[in-house]
């Protein structure tokens, strides 16, 4: 497992941030963009740890950096320096600690909004600036406080910091919902998931001003990392499975079908289903599922007929049940629907496995975790799949790729490819681009 990958270790990446940055500059193909990050608070090592991860991604930054805490006077008040470096993506680094209109104890309702609509128009003001350069703007939404001055009323009462920042939230939201070209890196989640006495440093903040406590900086800037590279089209698009002890738990072709750990009624069983119905989600966003499992092909399928089983058979797009290399087995996955093995992700139980086809195709993303309570999470929060669009192509993806499979079968039974193109009958259209089909067009020239 590397440093960049999920779970992050953060005192260490912090500390090999040099020597990892100076490889990951040696890799070829990188791709440059311009990446303003504009400042609530200290950025310093934001973007260090930042710059690694879209490194990592194939994407070397060339970094504007604003002033400190004047992420609105650099936006509002441009000098001309932002608009000089023509950015292709904008990060508007802000936090809770940059909300300066926050309620008073002794406020009455009306002044508790009139707080709210002076603080929302300070950040409309500053988001509508930022549009006005013509590239992607990422924006955070805004972490909760550590201290609830009325305990659980503070979600409720006008006078509450929660409720507040709630409010300020939901505003944020609507807005980026409601504007084309803007993105929200979502802070609240981030500092939910991990803890707010995790998330914030009070120390830290009295030391360096830093608005997330430095062992957590890589969480969020992968999540940033995640966007830019959605936006630029490097997602990967599918996953390639294991099945006995990642799919169900036991090995199936030892103990049958009905043997296997996968029902609700067990802990084990529990972990497994739910790991199916996520991947089943997946497969609806338009990722495609596939199989390759060190098994006999008719007891691997035979899982999948189980009715408590979320997945079936059909939800595969490639199946590969052997006993060759499970290595040769993705480069074959890859090459049977026409894509990079770099565009898949590897899930297996077994470190040796994972390690194996780490070494055999570097390219291919591998999952991490050490426990079947752990297969969601490495998927999820590693960005692999982060959603910047989607569009109806996006949703019909999987039966584009079997019509693709198909299509191929069919091609073998010609003497020659231009007889079987003209079996297709395929018609062509020419056109100027147009509203219908911006979003693919979009995603096809990232």
């Not at 023509?86 to 009139?114: C, G, M, V």
Request: with cysteine; glycine share 8%; hydrophobic share 40%.
């Amino acid at each position: 497992m590397g440093l960049l990958d999920y779970p992050f270790d953060g005192a260490m990446l912090l500390q090999k941030k040099r020597s990892l940055r100076r490889e990951l500059l040696q890799r070829p193909g990188l791709v440059e963009k311009k990446v303003a990050i504009l400042s609530g608070s200290t950025i310093g090592e934001i973007k260090n740890i930042l710059e690694l991860f879209l490194l990592d991604n194939g994407i070397k930054p060339e970094f504007y950096v604003g002033g400190y805490n004047l992420f609105y006077e650099n936006l509002v008040f441009d000098d001309g320096s932002l608009a000089a470096f023509h950015p292709d993506f904008i990060y508007i680094h802000t936090s809770r600690k940059n909300l300066k209109e926050l309620p008073l104890a002794t406020d009455s309702e009306q002044q508790a909004k009139d707080r709210l609509e002076a603080e929302w128009a300070r950040f409309e003001a500053a988001f509508t600036a930022a549009d006005r350069f013509g590239c992607p703007v990422i924006v955070n939404n805004f972490d909760l406080p550590t201290h609830r001055l009325m305990g659980s009323r503070d979600a409720v009462d006008w006078r509450g910091g929660v409720h507040f920042i709630n409010e300020m939230n939901a505003r944020v939201t609507s807005f980026v919902a409601a504007h084309e070209g803007f993105y929200l890196n979502d802070l609240a989640y981030l500092a939910g998931r991990v803890g707010l006495d995790n998330w914030f440093s009070e120390s830290e903040w009295y030391l360096y001003k830093y608005a997330v406590a430095m062992v957590h900086i890589p969480d969020l800037c992968a999540g940033i990392a995640a966007i830019l590279k959605s936006l630029l089209g490097k997602n990967k698009k599918g996953v390639v499975l294991d099945l006995d002890n990642t799919l169900w738990g036991g090995v199936i072709g030892e103990v049958g079908a009905e043997g296997v750990e996968l029902s609700t009624e067990t802990p084990g069983g529990m972990a497994y289903h739910e790991f199916q119905e996520y991947l089943k989600q997946l497969e609806g966003l338009g990722i495609l599922l596939n199989v390759a499992s060190k098994n006999e092909a008719a007891a691997a399928e035979s899982g999948f007929a189980r009715p408590d089983s979320p997945l079936k058979r059909e939800d595969f797009l490639c199946f590969k049940a052997n006993w060759e290399p499970k290595s040769e087995n993705i480069a074959q996955i890859a090459k049977e629907i026409n894509i990079l093995p770099e565009s898949l992700v590897f899930v297996d139980d077994n470190p040796a496995e994972r390690e194996i086809v780490r070494q055999q195709l570097p390219g291919v993303a591998i999952a991490s975790f050490t426990g079947p309570e752990g297969m969601i999470a490495a998927l999820d929060r590693s960005g692999w799949f982060e959603l910047t669009a989607f569009s109806a192509d996006d949703a019909k993806r999987n039966e584009m790729y079997r019509q693709n499979l198909a299509r191929a079968a069919v091609e073998q039974s010609f003497g020659s490819y231009e007889d079987y193109l003209r079996s297709l009958d395929m018609k062509a259209e020419f056109g100027a681009f147009d509203p219908p089909h911006a979003e693919r067009i979009t995603q096809l020239i990232n």
